[in-house]
């Protein structure tokens, strides 16, 4: 068998797909626009559930490849032609053919600073929830812009979800238990440190997610039912916030040292220039569209093109890389392998 | 009646077997989105009228849909219609409308 | 405060306003309460940028405070605006430009209104034909007074007397921007900067020299709300606005208010008078107020005009505290003089703010 497999985007989808493709005996180009692997896990800390260290997540699946995987990193696709099922990779490297094109894109943080109200990129002390992967990865720790520790922090969830005012109606998903999770690592980083969560539903829908619930409960951090209207900056650089605390049916305002913006999981722009390219149509919220939701979700309505991770809407880790390795299966079968 | 010294107590509890629901289906006929709120509680954290008194969008809207229909009558008076609450709504309300539907069906009903 | 940051946003939200050929609008109160803004504008534009103006003497306000207080159906409204715009056209302008807040809010809310209902347009059609006869035509351009003002900010800098600027100190004034809440909040699109962080003010502040401070209430509303204020039970909630506005922006110790709605100056200055007499609780620099000033009144203090020409003395928390600042040329003895010269008479002095020097 000499059959070759393009696969776009070197994310956890990417790799675990790539690793299952070669041990079904294909030959796989892999595309990562970035100089390394590992897509938007190679960001962060520790992840949810279970704390586990998240390079340890992407080099297990990075080592996992064999020697029939081609990696080109640095190396960016821009469009697919496909020819009497034959599938031409125009990208910023050579030309490249495939038998079967697997889009694992993934997606791209949302841009807080559309949220103005809010005040990302003007008000000292507002990050993302990204920024703050980057401060536990470095420092272990949240601190603000001057470089002290925060005594009280502040998360809000869904920004760029579930807000047609942004034009992004749907939930993100992974971000509720990524701010219960980061509100439990500030309580033990730092003891002292006051926590606000405010949401507007807790979707806690994966395995141990509830009981991450709880432990933040158990912790001390503070559950605030509410969506905050703004955030203005203070004198000392410290945040206001203003919400409804919906559970009391009053208004509600704090000030706080840190806020914490739950940014979104957003299409990641090439994902709709290369399904365009291929005749492919993203779905309504602008990820790649799928076959059906239910039995069919790695493929597409081109045959030979299949989509795996969050390129298609967004997912945990968990589930991208169970598409990944659902979609070799099918790739394999599309292939005649099967 | 005899009187024993104390009273029957009535159940302050919603029953929505015997709860009207007029105002509610008049208002969401004329406007859709009186359907969509997501009780964010947004509009009442944004409200220049519910900073001083205890009125809130969001309860309107939903003690509407429990049928306390002449209670929100009187509240929708608290409104201002400054529309900061259509400016923060992330279901994209009409919130002003919704005020104004509300009104409207209280002087055809006379009520 | 990343002033970047700032910037980037008020470079999304650019509005097109037209440059000459204005068809101007009147406010209901403004002429009351402010007199000599209206006057200022009109100067500005016709003697100092040399524009057409063209002020309709048949013209009527837009009955927004009816409607916002619901004596007046938004048909009505409607079709008085339909009037309106219809004089436009028979007068041969088509570049509107309304000088009240609300009136803008109330016009830009019928045109998109309009816009996604074309029955809705076509009944105040019906109805404008039927009481009057005339038939109107969508303006090529609406705009705020202030987005004008905002517009020639530069020109209006090139020809300043004075700059906002302490003289002594060669500091720039600190100064706190008031948007009127129907400028942008219902259509962020309309309004220059957008809704979070509005630029119309604060770009004509920093053209004449000053400094726009931030403080955490800059977005809540003046309190006037018609429906707050007019029923005199509800005052308390309207001054009660005003006061959580004043203690946030009191620690800036800021020189000045500027307001671009005729309702949120008068009542920023108002209530300061209230507040002090009800609560012997004053926000400016030792028993004085805080001035709160239109964006007219601060142009024609910067072109040089005269403050009591300017009606600067209908003001109650006095002005004369900026006008040293500025280093504006002033005679303490006119205030209270009538256009003739004869004498007013002085008003008496409030017992907590501080009135007289
Ligand atoms: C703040 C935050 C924290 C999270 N924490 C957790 C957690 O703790 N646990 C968990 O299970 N999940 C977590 N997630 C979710 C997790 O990040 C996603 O499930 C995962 O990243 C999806 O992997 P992916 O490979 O589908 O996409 P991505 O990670 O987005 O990878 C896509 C890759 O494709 C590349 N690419 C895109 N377009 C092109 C192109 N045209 N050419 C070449 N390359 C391209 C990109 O550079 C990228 O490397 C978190 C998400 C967020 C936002
Ligand atoms: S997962 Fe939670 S925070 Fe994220 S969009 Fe959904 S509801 Fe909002
Ligand atoms: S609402 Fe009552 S029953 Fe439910 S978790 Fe809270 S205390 Fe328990
Ligand atoms: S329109 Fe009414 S409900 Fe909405 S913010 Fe204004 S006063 Fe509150
Ligand atoms: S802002 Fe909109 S969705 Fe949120 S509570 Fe108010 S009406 Fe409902
Ligand atoms: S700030 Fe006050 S006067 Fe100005 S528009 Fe709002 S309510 Fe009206």
Redesign the pocket.
Known sequence: MDKTVAVVGGGVAGLAAAAALNQLGYRVLLYEKEAFTGGNVRNWDRLFPKARNAREVVDELASSLTGLTEIATGTFVNSVKSTDGLFEIESSGRPAYADAVLLTTGFELFDARKKEEYGYGIFENVITSADLEKMFASSGKPLMADGSEPKKVAFI??VG??DEKVNKPY??????VT?VKQAVEVREALPECEVYNF?????MFGTGYEQLYKEAQVKGVNFIRGRLSEANETRTHQVMIKAEDTLVSRPLQITVDLVVL?V?MSPAGSTMTILKSLGLLGNEDGFAGIANAHTGSTLTLKKGVFVAGACSGPANITDSVNEARAAALRIHQYLGGV | MADFGYSLVKSGKTDLDTAGNALARSVSEAEPGFNLCIACGCCVATCSAGRFTNFGFRELIHRIKRGEEKLMIAEAEKCMLCGKCTLVCPRNINTRNIVLLIRKHAIIKGL | MKQEGKRSIWNDYQKEIADDKFYYVRSCIRQNFFPGSETAFLKILREVLEKDVFDDRHHTTCTGIGYHAEVVPLETTMTVVGRNFALMKEAGYQNYVPSCVTSFGIYTEILDSWHHFPEVEARARENLDKATGRTFEIPGNLAHTSDIIFKFRNEIAAKAKYMLVNKTTGKPLRVVDHIGCHYAKMFPQKGIGGAEYPYVLAGMVEAWGGEVIDYPERRHCCGFGFRQYLVKANRGYSISCSKKKFESMEPEKPDFIIANCPGCAYFLDRWQYALAEMEGKTYGEDGHGIPSLTYEEVAGLVLGFDPWELGLQLHQVPVESLLKKMGVAYDPESKFRGANGEDLGQPESPLNLKFYE
């Open positions: 969830h869904c979800s579930r939930c993100s998903k992974v971000c509720c701010a949401y507007m539903d807790l979707r739950m979104g």
